[in-house]
């Protein structure tokens, strides 16, 4: 059996923003790079208790 290749675009844009920011990325770069208003990073990060949780 072989792996395919993940794309980007198949990865959950909720989660690969998360990943970026525990990377270090700030929330306004994070939107540019995933085409996401800052607004909804911000509710995701809020709801999603990203600074509460380890990477």
């Given at each position: 059996m072989t792996a395919l290749p993940i794309d980007s675009s198949?990865?959950?844009?909720?989660?690969?923003?998360?990943?970026?920011?525990?990377?270090?990325?700030?929330?306004?770069?994070?939107?540019?790079?995933?085409?996401?208003?800052?607004?909804?990073?911000?509710?995701?990060?809020?709801?999603?208790?990203?600074?509460?949780?380890?990477?």
């Amino acid at each position: 059996m072989t792996a395919l290749p993940i794309d980007s675009s198949d990865v959950d844009p909720r989660r690969r923003a998360r990943d970026l920011y525990w990377q270090g990325y700030r929330i306004a770069r994070i939107a540019e790079l995933l085409g996401v208003k800052p607004a909804t990073l911000y509710s995701w990060k809020k709801r999603d208790r990203w600074d509460d949780t380890e990477p």
